[in-house]
């Protein structure tokens, strides 16, 4: 999600659309009811969707997007996609409190499995600041028709103040690096990507906390700090593969309709603390980032983007602006392939 003020009314515009088919402080209860690469292939399939993320369970897919109480798609073979009850029902009680303002449009989800339970990360903010929190809800199954199934708020995991931080806590992504420890990565303009060991139970930092920078952009020094600044990155996401960690970030602006100019760019390091260094040799802290795939004449944007191996094949799941549809938002997953150094390449 970007920050610069110019987007907002845009964003707004285009995040009130419906999904379109055929194209806390405390824990609680939540929803219990059941050059660039080419951007011109064809998607798999051109449902609403705005920052995608995949889990697989019993052959089925479920999808959590950016939208009112999280939105959540199901599907067996990734091209149908059936709506399902957002993970919220209610907004959250802690979220409305830490945020003033806060309208239950949960941004930015994250999902994974540990220890045989979903957990669930979730953005919250105000728009243009950042007076953000990631929350984690979690659930034993992604089944709406399990008895089992029941999402459990766990209320906010980390928070950014305006004033105190010149980072964003938007867009987490959980990492587990090679001995099990869990690491969360987020952020969005500001000071840029940041990564922060989590407690085992992955519902707090780690003590003592310590947080790392793993990629920024240029950002005016006399810009104030209450300001999200032109530094243009967000959407971390780091994918293991071959010894090495891969972070993919967006860099530019999301959420213009036609104007939109998000693209996704990538670096790889040894170790999940970084530093990440491009395929120049340019580490991502200082700018740097490896083209993976940008906008063109179809597709105005492309970003925000999560990587999956299913059936043993690696997977790029993404949003893009469709030219065809007035610069909508769509769910785009295109086969991700890897060059003979080890860099990602999307499979046309």
């Not at 011109?40 to 995608?52: E, S």
């Not at 930015?108 to 903010?125: E, K, N, T």
């Not at 020094?221 to 090495?244: H, L, T």
Request: with cysteine; glycine share 10%; aromatic share 12%.
């Amino acid at each position: 999600m970007s920050y610069s003020s110019p987007s907002l009314a845009a964003r707004g515009r285009l995040l009130a659309l419906p999904l379109l088919l055929g194209l806390a402080g405390r824990p609680g209860s939540a929803q219990t009811t059941p050059g660039p690469a080419s951007a011109q292939t064809t998607p798999p399939a051109l449902i609403g969707a705005h920052d995608p993320v995949l889990a697989q369970q019993n052959g089925t897919y479920y999808m959590f997007c950016t939208g009112r109480g999280i939105a959540v798609w199901s599907s067996k073979d990734r091209k149908t996609w059936k709506a399902e009850a957002p993970v919220f029902a209610t907004p959250p009680a802690w979220a409305q409190q830490a945020v003033p303002g806060f309208k239950d449009h949960i941004w930015a989800p994250d999902i994974s499995l540990h220890d045989g339970r979903y957990y669930l990360f979730y953005s919250v903010s105000a728009f243009g600041k950042n007076t953000s929190c990631i929350g984690l809800v979690t659930n034993k199954t992604l089944d709406p028709r399990s008895p089992d199934f029941r999402w459990e708020d766990q209320g906010k995991v980390i928070q950014s103040v305006p004033g105190r931080d010149n980072w964003n806590a938007i867009d987490p992504n959980l990492i587990r690096d090679e001995t099990g420890t869990p690491w969360l990565t987020f952020g969005s303009f500001w000071g840029g990507i940041k990564l922060v060991q989590l407690r085992p139970d992955l519902r707090a930092p780690a003590q003592p906390e310590q947080w790392r920078t793993l990629a920024s952009r240029p950002r005016d020094p006399k810009q104030p700090d209450a300001q999200p600044g032109e530094g243009a990155v967000e959407a971390p996401f780091i994918f293991r593969k071959n010894g090495w960690y891969y972070l993919f970030t967006s860099f530019d602006y999301c959420c213009r309709g036609p104007k939109s100019t998000y693209r996704i760019v990538v670096g790889r390091s040894k170790a999940v603390i970084g530093p990440y260094v491009d395929q120049a040799g340019v580490p991502l802290e200082q700018g740097g980032g490896t083209a993976v795939l940008g906008g063109d004449k179809n597709w105005y944007g492309l970003g925000h983007n999560s990587v999956y191996t299913f059936d043993g094949a690696d997977y790029l799941v993404f949003h893009g602006y469709d030219a065809a549809d007035q610069g909508r938002s769509k769910l785009r997953i295109e086969k991700l392939g890897w060059d003979t150094a080890g860099w990602p390449v999307v499979q046309p």
